[in-house]
């Protein structure tokens, strides 16, 4: 096939016409076939890419012009170039204005024809080309769906690739947001671990004792309402790697645990006495300041020593400016696929929104954002009009706003709510943790989650 200059499909119900111009276009190297009316045309179509199609606008059954729309809309990449008897010159501007390359007067002149049908392949192989570099481009900026291209996220993609191959330990650490979690897994499956499990296990959602049994798994009879052994997490992850995330939320009791994993490879299950191995790889997050807790007395060192082999430090994203515009094009892409809108993009003014704020729940936040928009925009490119949530929320002007309340009880209850919504999206949600941090109890949070009518 690739010795063809190029595929032509010929159309017309006069048969000189399709003998003539197979023979011509033949002896110049292309392939060709030829149809006497628009059906059998759409049956060569169906069975073969075609680069060009020289269809005449008058044939019994359906014209040129209906054959014209289907090929636009069933192949749009096949140019398609009408030919037009005598001087029916409206007819060619109605096929130019639906989607022809371009039309040709009968007699046909063959040296216009070949250099239409030319120009019609040299931009095909243009547009082939273009969407090859586009997806180069996207791998470039792109490393197991992790994008970036700052060069703190190269630094990452770099890193990852040093570490995936090892079985060394990672700390991975960052802002709530910023990707950990993709991070850990672009370790786990560019490891030669890959083809084993990855599991992951959220230290900051159970209580101290089910993380204890989650981990390492009970005997029978261990405690009330075990029935029967259970395997922990530890022991699937055999052969594969663990994900530990929210380490920085583990007990001290249950630090002393996983220091001795981490030293040994080897632990107990609940209740049990018999020491298990176990020979898995371990991947550690938090969002947490780890130093901050040692001083505290709340982290152990010699565990936060034995973790920290590898660290991974991902930035937070209004310290990687450049990574916005790549980001929220790519999610706007996505969430455009999955809501089949017609969102083409994003406005230069709706990108320098994004680049303006400041990204307290990081890409995550991003995409929420863009997902918004993409579902609720009305237009074909994201405006910054349709980026109204980021108004007033953490936005370095936004203090100014809350003096527009009038009494103070108002202006206070205005900055509790703010810090409210800040730090629950820091949290990704998480209203133990969020609690904690805010420094009051949870049920004084949700006391106030619906005072202020906050939607979660
Ligand atoms: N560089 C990135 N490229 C593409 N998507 C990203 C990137 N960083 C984060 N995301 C997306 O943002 C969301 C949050 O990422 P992830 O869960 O990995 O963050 P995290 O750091 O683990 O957050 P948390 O501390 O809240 O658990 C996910 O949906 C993830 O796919
Ligand atoms: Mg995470």
């Excluded at 059906?39 to 680069?51: F, G, R, T």
């Excluded at 663990?242 to 645990?257: H, M, P, T, Y």
Aim: net charge neutral; with cysteine.
């Amino acid at each position: 096939m690739e010795d063809f200059k190029g595929k032509i499909l010929v159309v017309d119900d006069e048969f000189d016409i399709l003998s003539l111009l197979e023979g011509l276009f033949k002896r110049k190297g292309f392939f060709v076939k030829t149809a006497e009316n628009a059906e059998k045309a759409l049956m060569h179509l169906k069975a073969e890419d075609y680069d060009v199609v020289i269809a005449d606008l008058i044939m019994p059954g359906k014209n040129g012009i209906d054959l014209l729309c289907e090929i636009k809309s069933l192949y749009p990449r096949t140019g398609v170039i009408v030919l037009t008897g005598h001087g029916t010159i409206e007819s060619a501007v109605e096929a130019i204005k639906k989607g022809a390359f371009n039309y040709i007067k009968k007699p046909i002149n063959p040296e216009y024809l070949f250099l239409l049908t030319d120009k019609i392949i040299e931009l095909r192989r243009l547009e082939a080309h273009n969407i090859y570099l586009q997806n180069q481009l996207r791998q470039r900026y792109s490393f197991s769906q992790i994008i970036g291209k700052s060069h703190q996220m190269n630094n990452i993609f770099q890193l990852i690739q040093d570490v995936a191959q090892t079985q060394s330990t990672v700390l991975i650490r960052g802002e709530s947001g910023t990707g950990k979690e993709l991070i850990a897994n672009a370790i786990h499956f560019n490891s030669l671990r890959k083809n084993n499990k990855l599991i992951r296990v959220n230290c900051a959602v159970l209580s101290e004792n089910l993380l204890e049994t989650e981990l390492f798994g009970h005997v029978r009879g261990a405690f009330t309402g075990a029935y029967r052994d259970r395997m922990g997490r530890f022991e699937m992850a055999n052969k594969g790697t663990i994900f530990l995330d929210e380490i920085g939320d583990v007990s001290l009791n249950v630090q002393v645990k996983l220091l001795r994993v981490l030293q040994e490879s080897e632990f107990e299950r609940v209740g049990g006495s018999k020491t298990l191995k176990v020979d898995a790889r371990i991947i550690a997050a938090t969002n947490k300041n780890l130093e901050h807790a040692i001083k505290k007395g709340e982290f152990r060192e010699d565990l936060y020593y034995r973790l920290n082999v590898i660290p991974i430090e991902v930035p937070p994203l209004r310290e990687r400016v450049e990574d916005i515009p790549l980001l929220a094009r790519h999610f706007a892409e996505k969430h455009n696929e999955e809501t089949v809108k017609n969102v083409k993009g994003l406005t230069q003014d709706a990108l320098s929104v994004l680049m303006n704020y400041d990204w307290p729940g990081n890409v995550r936040e991003l995409e929420n954002v863009i997902e918004r928009a993409v579902v609720l925009t009305k237009n074909e490119y994201i405006d910054h009009s349709d980026l109204q949530p980021l108004n007033g929320l953490s936005s370095p002007d936004s203090s100014l706003n809350l003096l527009d309340h009038k009494s103070l009880p108002e202006v206070m209850n205005n900055i509790e709510k703010q810090m409210i919504i800040n730090t629950l999206k820091q949290c990704n949600w998480n209203k133990s943790i969020a609690s904690r941090k805010l420094g009051i109890h949870r049920t004084t949070l949700l006391s106030k989650i619906s005072k202020y009518e906050i939607n979660i």
